[in-house]
């Protein structure tokens, strides 16, 4: 087992220094080699993401990513700058299957958007289309009949499409509380009248899991007025990118939320997949020691999950997570004064 450590920039490498020492306490035997990413790639080797770092990425299992974003590449060409990264990663490694799990720790209920009592019940899974959809159909500008300027995006998606996103989303909900809410806007479009079918076909695989349709109009209003009844939802490429920062500003600490982007290669236990902290590289504190790096340690969780098949060892690590913060050890992000290593040594102790 073999994992690529692309730790970045700004705060990326503090934060992924601490998720790597927790995979190594666990002593699981797994490999991991470092590579360059981002604005130090582009320092060091003319590009953000260097041909060595992808061919480290393509023959791992999985990939652990801090965060890429450098205020010195501002003034770059667009495809030289480090964002481009990320987007190069998730384009070669058919990465098209994002999860984000919003969760509200016990005791940090009153840093969500929402009242306590109603962030307390949140616990749930966005699983986001990434590689399909509005994004990547045909767009353009034309002139109308009335000789008008008009803009244009075909959404688009194939069965095949669907139906990979599907299993992805299934297989998590088997792994959780065994509910899917799939989210779509089947009584206006064609392509959630697909998305629809297929969800529905997906689920005869899955016989446990206990499906609902939803309307994403209805599901933005659920997810402020109860999120505490979603256990895992899946939707497009559109719907997913507006749900899953609602649901993160429903938890509210940026220091806190974990991603997963899977692809289409299976590993021996599981699926391949790229992990980081939904926040970016925060230049504004880094190099200070001050960066929260639970959201990268709970995103090594995810790792060793879904692309390791190393549940139990994942469990430890989120239990460690939520009892280090039950002792109130809090970053700044969470008005708290603990620092980068201060809270990686508390989650080691409790592990
Ligand atoms: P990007 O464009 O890379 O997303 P950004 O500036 O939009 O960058 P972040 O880098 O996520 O967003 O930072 C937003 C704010 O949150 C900053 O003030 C930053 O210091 C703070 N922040 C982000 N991540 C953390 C963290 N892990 N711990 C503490 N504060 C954080
Ligand atoms: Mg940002």
Redesign the pocket.
Known sequence: MKIAVLPGD??GPE?TREAVRVIEALDLGIAMDEALVGGCAYKAKGHPLPAETLDLARASDAILFG???DPDCDALERHLRP?QAILGLRKELTLFANLRPAKVFAGLESHSALRPEVAGAIDLLIVRELNGDVYFGEKGFRQNAKGEREGYDIMSYSESEVRRIAHVAFRAAMGRGKRLCSVDKANVLETSQLWRDVIVEVAKDYPQVELEHMYVDNAAMQLVRAPGKFDVVVTGNLFGDILSDQASMCVGS??LLASASLGERQTAHGTFGLYE?????????AGKG???????ILSAAMLLRHSLGLAQAADRIEAAVAAVLADGVL???LGGTAGTAEIGDAVLAKL
């Open positions: 700004g705060i934060v965060a890429v974003g964002e940026i220091g902290p939904i926040h970016g590289s925060a230049p504004d504190i001050l960066a929260n790096p639970m959201a990268t970053g700044g992000d």
